[in-house]
């Protein structure tokens, strides 16, 4: 039986799907991943089949949300040009997710930007379907949705999330357009999420309940299962240069903004940032990331791409720009974190791990100050609180299986297509 998972975004929205791809393998399953062609080295190397949407991660203007300062009008309105570039791009994927669901697929798993697109498209296919998601969408009082608002209060929080879906302003809009393109109702977001709610459609959010509890006040059938930790393929080695900067002296602060930052900010972020570490005296990995950050000094070494998985366990902090897949990283290789946030669920992710006791507290990337960043990281590394709180609540996530308990409900889903379809 072939399972398709859909994703789209950036590298931290499509390695966990590749993560749980690869346990649907060792379940004994097929598995086909559509993605953009900027992923499809690292989908082909989880043996799974790769199949193209159309569209480039990197021209998504992610990085562009994440720029110092506003300095124009322009810029400002920026964010409104942005959010139309994502709606554009939707309408973009819409011939690219039809083809790759209608090639041998048994069930149909989406998420990211084409999670209600993906649940029309498996009604016009007659498929069984589910959604994936990082970000806690689903309207709660427990607190506002993850759009950058600190919390309003219980009924504020449910009204600004179900206003969300209303409006169409979720990383999950639905298109009626392209519903009348497939041969099914045309229905509104609002609409859709109404419906999914009826059937119950399955929603796992993968991130652990350690760190978000499942509110109470969701509806049947939405469920916080675990992570779903990236595949690391076997054989890979970092480089003789880090492992030996490694070796020379104490555990280092990583640093990295991965793909939030915007590259005509790479200069300012470095001096600020090595400003920073030096006030801080503490020695530093930096990861270039989109921003291209490009520090140097006895004590601070950069490089580019390695896995989380290896490299966070052997430092003393994480200074980041509060993705949902790198705070993850963080929390399960049990160190303090300092967050940079941007934009979308930064914000959300920088105040859940200060609630938890495993950060200090977070700079928005607006207000980056040396003194004030610097004071934060002499915190995360040297008060014993926050990296015996992040020791706990990694000992919580050893024991959690998101991508098993997936698995589990994908198989469900492929038994019930065996029961109407018995090929």
């Not at 062609?37 to 159309?54: G, I, K």
């Not at 569209?55 to 409104?80: F, H, I, M």
């Not at 993906?118 to 427990?142: E, I, V």
């Amino acid at each position: 039986m072939t399972v398709l998972l859909i994703g789209t975004g950036t590298h931290g929205d499509i390695a966990p799907l590749i993560g749980l791809g690869v346990r649907l393998q060792a379940a004994g399953h097929s598995v086909a991943i559509a993605t953009y062609r900027a992923f499809e080295r690292q989908v082909t190397d989880s043996n799974a089949e790769f199949r193209l949407l159309p569209g480039d991660p990197s021209l998504l203007g992610v990085n562009e949300q994440g720029r110092l300062k506003k300095k124009s009008l322009g810029e400002v309105l920026g964010t409104g040009r942005w959010l139309k570039r994502i709606l554009q791009h939707l309408t973009e994927l819409g011939d690219g997710l039809i083809a790759a669901a209608e090639k041998d697929t048994d069930v149909l798993v989406c998420s990211g930007l084409t999670t209600f697109h993906g649940y029309h498209l498996a009604k016009a296919l007659g498929l069984p379907s589910m959604g994936l998601g990082l970000q806690p969408l689903h309207p709660t009082g427990d607190f506002p949705p993850p759009i950058g608002v600190a919390s309003l209060g219980r009924w504020a929080n449910r009204r600004l999330g179900q206003l969300m879906f209303t409006t169409g302003l979720t990383p999950w809009s639905s298109s009626p357009e392209f519903c009348a393109r497939l041969g099914v109702p045309r229905l509104t977001t609002a609409q859709t999420l109404r419906r999914t709610a009826e059937e119950r459609w399955p929603v796992h959010y993968g991130f652990s309940p350690s760190v978000v509890p499942r509110p109470a006040d969701w509806r049947p059938g939405v469920e916080v299962v675990g992570y779903w930790w990236p595949h690391e393929p076997p054989g890979r080695q970092p480089s003789r240069e880090l492992v030996d900067f490694l070796d020379a002296g104490s555990a280092p602060v990583r640093v990295g903004l991965g793909s939030a930052g915007d590259p005509r900010d790479g200069e300012r972020l470095g001096e600020l940032i090595t400003a920073a570490l030096r006030k801080a005296k503490v020695r530093a990995v930096i990861q270039s990331g989109t921003a291209g950050l490009d520090l140097t000094g006895d004590d601070v070494l950069t490089i580019g791409d390695v896995p989380h998985s290896w490299l966070f366990p052997r430092t003393a902090a994480v200074v980041h720009h509060m993705g949902a897949g790198t705070t993850g990283a963080g929390l399960r290789a049990a160190v303090p974190a300092v967050g940079i946030p941007t934009f979308g669920d930064a914000p959300f992710w920088s105040r859940r791990l200060v609630s938890l006791g495993v950060s200090p507290g977070f700079l928005p990337i607006t207000e980056l100050a040396p003194d004030r960043l610097a004071a934060l990281i002499r915190a995360a590394v040297h008060e014993r609180n926050h990296t015996d709180r992040a020791r706990s609540l990694a000992t919580a996530l050893a024991t959690e299986d998101g991508a098993a308990r997936t698995v589990t409900a994908v198989e469900r889903l492929l038994d019930r297509g065996n029961a109407k379809d018995p090929r």
